[in-house]
């Protein structure tokens, strides 16, 4: 049993951004109503600022067309309403420019089951041009006051070969280059950013890229990259299964290229923003549906804000296709949300910290975040260790002197695991209406709840990859004239 | 541990007739919008044929008015409003005639908060005037088909002086004689009983009531009567806090009444409606919002078919004035739903017992009840012990010799109880948001799941006032090409 | 045709405050689902910021009670739920304190169908503890910042024997310095006015109030008073039929008001609220229904901000009970909107000069407004000449050197007039679904457009009655490749 | 001034089975949002009783895969979304099996914008499969009973070279034999047509496939073919630009076919269902978006069932991928309702038919259709004269000696015309909410009223383009004690 003591007044650093970006499947699915429920749930319940994904220029947005004498023409249709969508569930674009129109293209590579062409443009005057139309007709819609807080990242993940042809550096700078530029004359106000880089190997990508934006001096906002932690997965059928890293290794990327970063006197304290990270970078990866992810995720969450400005969890939900159409409701996809709108554990995770968001932090363990809001105090507590386990929490003396309502939110394998009673429903891939319905059911945490009269302490039970939430609230039992509830019980 | 063996060929007499009719607080509480949320909440997780309530011709409905020069004239815009809305919700009246008009009333005396007049009308001309033109203008409105499927009662609780001046016997019977051909005269399709009497003391009342029809040979279509099943409570401030009978004597009343009719040679078998049951007869009893009462339920839903042909929940929901405003949200209503839209245990024995409705009974025990539909096994459990409980089922052959999916979902002090939560909250009158939320997420079953494969016995744990539902569906595991879920969860 | 000339440099002086506060039947209807549907057409459509009505401390809302020993005890369950859907509608109470519960009054005289008591309290200080606990707990709550930016008026038109027992003048302005210390003392914020003076006897009133508080040195926020523009009406059965009065005389009583309060140093320029105003101040008027009334009303709003400060339209809706339930949808009601959510021809009046909020006036005649915004144009006209009407804009070079398009929605009696449908469905009491969807269909404004090409004056036509509203925006034809409007037609 | 005289007496043949079927975009569209709502607003207020569209087995749906053993997997995730959303608006699917799925097929010739492939399979084996996989999908998700009510129809227009390889027949009656045995031993009860042909053509394929049911005696339960009625269009840029074919040969073409199936002794009087009809065969054809269109199309609903057991409009809806996204929200697409949800002047044609069903008719001319149902006349009305004209209906005794009340829906080109409000904002391809709020507004009919007291007959006029619906119900006019309609105007 770990016992940790809350000191009210000293505020501790915890940056916690966890509802600053989410990732999304390739735009083209934000026309599927389904995708729509799910993201609906998801802006209810948790609320994100902004949204990144694939797929702006694809073929299926439609936007990007050549007439039969050559000349471009741009479709608009699909783009806004996508567009319009997002602004009805208060989320914004966190706008990745890519991949490459096909009648841009300078090859032929695609990538993902849905065929994104990730070649070079044949043409960048073509590409700028593009690049200039979109921005300047999603201005003319939303307002440049809205347009140009949407935060521009070029491409995505240019250092591996199947999203860039040949993982190409200088083609990728070139790109960088003539699309900021392409950006900016549109508003200056808009905010660039890349290389959006991806994995280990990546050192010497992101001092080249700072190395040549320094010597360009390119206007750069913020740097991108993502994080993955998972070692490779051994694969099975259809389905991969890795190893999570170890926690204490679980933010070494993110520190590595922060140290990078800070190295540069141009660069120092810029903005990194993780723009995806999840734990496996595969959406067919059963851990995503578990509880053990969605309390990795909590570490995760406890600590992601200290090298970076943001941290985009990949993806919102499972309407997704980038290996294909899912064939079974819990197939390990990325989302927080499994297709049906049935919430899954790692759901909660991001719930319970955007509850945190406002608040001062008074505690911050590796299994346990408290803050204070005015007198109201407010924990998430997870289980990383394989066995029960018990945190004792002391309470500070504005607490323990008077009286206290506590709730706990509780997610674990017991209480909130959609996947278990999938599986014991026979893993069915087409749920009938009862099935959907007892998963929705099961798939909220358990409310528990009690009256603290003046006490020094309390104790929190979690089962393994359990994730609590504990609110602490200033309340006085005023029974109604003659209410007693114990002899309400006694009939 | 008991233990009960499923015989799937021998169907048992089980007349579950849970879903014909539930009551309401006064008519006029139909307009509001907190009781239509209520009702659509039930009509869409358990949903109701009929619904009955006092209060048709008070004043609120404002249905008969006087003009200065002594006419009378009809409003039917709030009936027409009522009407719409519950056919909108797909249930309909059971409709109660009654109260009278003070313009038509003979004397002051009334009942309730809402001043219902109790009293016999100073002309029966009007009377029937009255009961001829709201009927004809709902078969106007509604068509003759429709309406002439509404059961039609002549007034509530004759037999209590509270409800009828003096309990006046003879004016009743009056009153049911110049009523039923009032209604008759309209459309002689329609049903018409009574007395709707209801406690201890009616066995007399009962025999007058069929004694007068037999003389008078009226064209009686059924009988009806209430049932409620405490003792006489103790007050304490607002509040009363009864025992409940015990389990032998529950339905002592409707097996007394169900034999006082079967000695007529004229009404021997004629349905009998139980117009309005609940354990405690009073709206401020805390006793409805325990886990304990929704248990006691089951019981009687298990036992009420026998005697008789439905059985009327009193009520539905808590948006109810007799007893005035309520001051909390807990506050021990008749509803099956709370102030704010928390469904209370009881909600759900009333779900559960709906969910039996079609199957063929092949188990029926005090603590019990198992049907079959096809090769789906359904059982309804409960526990009034006052202790833990285990239940043992024998499963037929036609299960223990292939693969099962179980669901089961728990209704019980832990898993879900808003009394106590909203105990543990300080028993606030007025609920913010968030608490509300916490309570609403707290309100539901608790689901668990299991394969069977090739089974003898399943054992079923039930905590003190537990109700449980269990489902057996027949299910294959069929994984995914190379999913496995034990895997999934070892990374 | 009369022409007038935009010139869109010199600003006029319009004070368009027409959604600042709206009127309400008593707050104890505001849990009507009815009474919400329609408020949330008029939110969506509309949008006041302040909703005011009688019977805050009515019964049935149940707030003040006595227990049997005398006890003063709060029931707030209807106040919040009431509230928190005004909420949820984006509106907020302008808070009318009164009538008087019956269990502090000091006598019987009761006001409307609905029996609002309007005697004095029989004991201050009980008087005094319910508005304190009243404001308390709505700060408790919604919060300070919120519920002291909701205006708090004292009592209703206390200048009428029948608001206001004997209409006894000291005795309301002891009233009011009880009640104004009152709020303060919860919160000084809160801003407190009165005396909420109706009809042409309220000269020595006004005098004597202002008088009062200079004297008593009272913290006055503001004053209120109302204002009918009808004369006496012919009654005829239910109903009652008046004159309107000549539109020179129309603001005459606030006229009056404003000079009267101007003459004291202490209130000079003092913010006057009109807390009610329509053309008659009965419910059972039938013009009210009529376009004469939409377009009367236009007057009003073009004129009624110079010497008020604000203007609340009495009343939103139709579900309302002074003199009764009414006995058809079209009865002559104060809404804007006909039971079963019909806009009647006022609403738009209301609708269309809400669209002018934000603009700077560059227009205003006796007959037409236009504002700017930017390069957009936006006109409202009515005709009350009694026959058709044509007026001509001369627009600004801004508009006459480029293409705009323009486009009116008209409401006049042949394409906005459900009076007149419903009229011609026999003025059927209850309406069929069928019958409802055609006068929904037909309650919308005729809608056309056209295209301008550097013209120099518009010319618009007005029947009898018609209220319009042109909005002139910059638009260029841009045909898609290939795509011709009037080939189209050509088949 | 034409003149019709109504004989109540004497009922006309006029098989109106307009909601029968209707088109739809390619499958895959059903998960669309904008889809979704498209045709909710389609079946709220016309309500198809079934939908058919390409692309069951299209890649975008992903039913039919190959794993890289070779093996054949089906994934039934999209399908099922799609068809539970379909079952949620109360519409089913009428199947037509088609196109080919890559892995299936035997060329790589592809149609439309999203690549159908329209080769025959390589191994009929597999495609049977594949028919055999899907069926018994649906049947064991929706139940046997529900899904053999489902039509099932062999592919599209087979005779094009465009829909299938090389038109060539011999290789479509091999599918067609085969297909049919393939879905009859899923379950017999299943009944399939062909050959869905299209064109002038026609004539020796539909003889030939004739010849070849009955000589290989195939259980066929219908034959299929599609109808367009215009000459071969002018294009321009983007867009075509037909004429409509003479009214007096617009159904030539399923008059010959009738013909041809009734020489058959097998086959005379089978059921020969249009699975396609429109003015143009093409979705950017701006006519399809005028009034023109709707006047047509009312003619064409006025005659189709006479040879016709159904005819399903082509298509519900824009949301339609074939020619690529369209550019603008007026484009010509199919739809009844254009992009924005926005009705078009059609899709009241289709509202005002649907309106007729169930009525005896009454008077069935070139330019009106009138039925009765009880006391109750409904009549369509439509100008395609090209000129303003009247028509004038002669009532029959039972209306012209009594009271009735006559409503008018006007759809013309002034009352509901968006395509027109569209051009005068200068076509604008991305529609502000403001413009998208105008548009809806117009989209809808103007309703007049008017009551009618012993007349003998009544005109109607209709501009140019009109279609008109009109009601007599009988209803006297009974106004409320005191309310004087006339009264209420003079104020």
Known sequence: ??????????????????????????????????????????????????????????????????????????????????????????????????????????????????????????DYAEWNALVGATLRHLVARYGAEEVTNWPVEVWNEPNLGGFWENADRKEYFKLFKETIFAVKTVDERFRVGGPAICGVDDESWLRDF????????????????????????????????????????????????????????????????????????????????????????????SKLGDESASYSYWTFGDVFEEQGVPFTPFHGGFGLVANGCIPKPAFYTFKFFKNLVGGECVLREDDCVVVRCGDVYKAVMWNLDGEDKGITLELPDGVSSREYSMTIETVDENSCNPLQIWHHMGEPASLSKRQLELLRQHAVPDVT?????????????????????????????????????GRAQRA
């Open 1 to 122: 049993m770990k016992s940790y003591k809350i000191d009210p007044d000293s505020v501790l650093d915890f940056r916690n951004n966890v509802a600053f970006c989410v990732g999304t499947g390739r735009l083209g699915l934000a026309l599927h109503r389904e995708y729509f429920e799910q993201l609906k749930l998801v802006q209810e319940q948790i609320g994100f600022r902004y949204i990144r994904g694939h797929g702006l220029f694809n073929e299926d947005l439609a936007i990007c067309q050549r007439r039969p004498d050559g000349t471009i023409e741009y479709n608009f249709t699909y783009l806004d309403r996508i567009t319009d969508g997002y602004l009805e569930l208060n989320i914004r674009p966190f706008l990745e420019l890519g991949f490459m129109p096909k009648v841009l293209a300078s090859g032929e590579q695609e990538v993902f089951y849905w065929k994104g062409n990730v070649t070079p443009p044949r």
């Open 210 to 301: 700072l190395d040549f934006c320094r010597d360009e001096r390119l206007p750069l906002d913020f740097i991108t990259r993502h994080l993955y932690t998972i070692e490779f997965p051994e694969q099975s059928g259809r389905y991969g299964y890795p190893k999570l890293r170890p926690l204490e290794n679980a933010t070494d990327e993110t520190k590595g290229s922060r140290k990078i970063i800070d190295e540069y006197d141009e660069f120092r304290g810029m903005e990194m923003h993780v723009t995806e990270f999840n734990t496996s970078y595969s959406p067919i990866t059963p851990l995503h549906d578990t509880n053990l992810n969605a309390a990795y995720l909590a570490f995760m969450l």
């Open 449 to 485: 709840a009690g009256l603290i009269l003046k006490a020094r302490a309390i104790g929190i039970e979690l089962k393994p990859n359990a994730v609590k939430y504990v609110e602490f609230t200033p309340a006085t039992l005023t029974p109604d004239w003659g209410f007693d509830y």
